[in-house]
Every structure is written in C-alpha cells, then in structure tokens.
C-alpha cells in the first residue's frame, strides 16, 4: 500500500496575518533610508508655509557651512543637498556615546503650486536656513474688481 503525505499546516489566522503585514510595513519604512548602519540617517528638518506671494521653507542646518549646502528649484520641487561632516579629531579620546548623526543627505519638497524659479532667496541665521520662493505671477490670487454699469 502505497500512501501520499501531505505535510500539516496549521491554518493561517488574521491575527499572524495582520502581524505580518504591520512587521512588513515598519521594515519597508525603515528600509527606506531612514537608518544607516543601524543608525537613524540625518537630514535636516523642515516648515514649510505658504503667503499670498511666497513660499517659505526653513529648514535646521546645525553645525552646517550654509555655503556647502546646495539647493536648486525644478517643475516646482525644491531640492536641498548637502553633507554633515562627522567631528571625531580628538586623538587620544574615548567616547561613551555617540547620538548625533551625520551624512549626505537629499530633501525634495514639492510646492503646491507654480513658483518663479528666478524669483528665490536663501539666508541663514543662527542655524535655520530660510529659503524664500516667489509663487509665479499665475499662481499669485488677484483681485477681481466688479465694474457696475
């Protein structure tokens, strides 16, 4: 007699299955580059704020040369590149902790509207750059004045 197994499988509950899926979907956010070496990557934080006129994005650059930084405007994306230097010069040093971070990082802001790519200023202060981009003259309300006859 001749007999086929079929290996035992317990049934899959909902529950192993949404665990699964909610493991899956914190290991993709993390893959995503947000952790380098099992550190969290740096990129600088940002506000961004909309006026009649303008847009304005600040963004934290601590301990950063405002010079190294690159920033460039296509389609109505904002584009901040640059790199935070790791300080490790102290010779004979031992470090307990190590938590600032470090590294090249890329930050893509998409404006919601047209802007005016000749129309952008940066400045820096105390560690906050604070990028101004004009919005174009079609995306800027205008007042319509109602004539009566």
């Not at 802001?109 to 105390?126: N, R, Y």
């Amino acid at each position: 007699m001749n007999v086929n197994l079929i290996p035992w499988r317990t049934p899959r509950s909902n529950l192993s299955t949404l665990q699964q899926d909610m493991n899956r979907l914190v290991e993709s956010f993390f893959d995503d580059g947000w952790v380098a070496a099992g550190r969290r990557a740096w990129a600088p934080t940002l506000d961004v704020a909309e006026t009649p006129e303008c847009y304005i994005v600040k963004a934290d650059l601590p301990g950063l040369d405002p010079k190294e930084v690159e920033i460039s405007l296509a389609n109505d994306t904002l584009v901040l590149r640059g790199e935070k230097k790791e300080e490790r010069e102290e010779k004979g040093c031992t470090w307990h902790r190590v938590e600032r971070s470090h590294g090249t990082f890329q930050r893509a802001i998409v404006l919601p509207g047209a802007t005016d790519p000749d129309q952008v200023e940066a400045v820096a202060e105390k560690g906050v750059l604070t990028i101004t981009v004009s919005k174009s003259r079609a995306a800027k309300p205008r007042r319509i004045d109602v004539k009566t006859k």
